[in-house]
T-cell receptor, first 111, second 116 residues
Framework: GQQLNQSPQSMFIQEGEDVSMNCTSSSIFNTWLWYKQDPGEGPVLLIALYKAGELTSNGRLTAQFGITRKDSFLNISASIPSDVGIYFCAGQLHTGNQFYFGTGTSLTVIP | NAGVTQTPKFRILKIGQSMTLQCTQDMNHNYMYWYRQDPGMGLKLIYYSVGAGITDKGEVPNGYNVSRSTTEDFPLRLELAAPSQTSVYFC???????????????FGQGTRLTVV
């Protein structure tokens, strides 16, 4: 299967700080998704990206589809305690029905 | 609107037992999927379906079976449970949009399975 490398693996930040995380692949993807997972829950979609170079925002979250189509970035501005959770990237190859998930970035926000 | 519903939420199985994980969605989505999530790992696709009567293998299908007799339901069957199948299982559904094969999967809350 495809390997998506997500970094960092974990982050501990102060409330109010900005957060950046990224996801890279050796393959070209035609769609990137970013999900957040709270403990004991299923992942919830945050942002979907469909075109290389696309920059999309959802409130304090901004994600970008990398120009090379092999990476994607997620930024969270002015973090708050409810941002705590695990963030997953997922990519879809330009052919096929599967999405491949990264290993996740665990975010802890210290009040 | 219930979305994607999985049952049971928790289950302990003995080695060699069998069980079916249930998944149903009320969003009339064509696409449905089963993933497993191991500790500290991302989600691995087990099986997926693009419509009633159509199923296909994902990355890690061994030891599992699925069926899709209706649009709403997509059960996952474990025939001979093994400790390696201890995991959290997520069902998801989606619909094709913007020309992509599938996007914006909606997930259930998961089934935590332990095989002892």
């Amino acid at each position: 299967g495809q390997q998506l490398n997500q970094s960092p693996q974990s982050m501990f930040i102060q409330e109010g700080e900005d957060v950046s995380m990224n996801c890279t692949s050796s393959s070209i993807f035609n769609t990137w998704l970013w999900y957040k997972q709270d403990p004991g829950e299923g992942p919830v979609l945050l942002i979907a990206l469909y075109k290389a170079g696309e920059l999309t925002s959802n409130g304090r979250l901004t994600a970008q589809f990398g120009i090379t189509r092999k990476d994607s970035f997620l930024n969270i501005s002015a973090s708050i305690p409810s941002d705590v959770g695990i963030y997953f990237c997922a990519g879809q190859l330009h052919t096929g029905n599967q999405f491949y998930f990264g290993t996740g970035t665990s975010l802890t926000v210290i009040p | 609107n219930a979305g994607v519903t999985q049952t049971p939420k928790f289950r302990i199985l003995k080695i060699g037992q069998s069980m079916t994980l249930q998944c149903t969605q009320d969003m009339n989505h064509n696409y449905m999927y089963w993933y497993r999530q191991d500790p500290g790992m991302g989600l691995k696709l087990i099986y997926y379906s693009v419509g009633a009567g159509i199923t296909d293998k994902g990355e890690v299908p061994n030891g599992y079976n699925v069926s899709r007799s209706t649009t709403e339901d997509f059960p996952l069957r474990l025939e001979l449970a093994a400790p390696s199948q201890t995991s959290v299982y997520f069902c998801a559904s989606s619909y094709p949009s913007r020309g992509s094969l599938y996007t914006e999967a909606f997930f259930g809350q998961g089934t935590r399975l332990t095989v002892v």
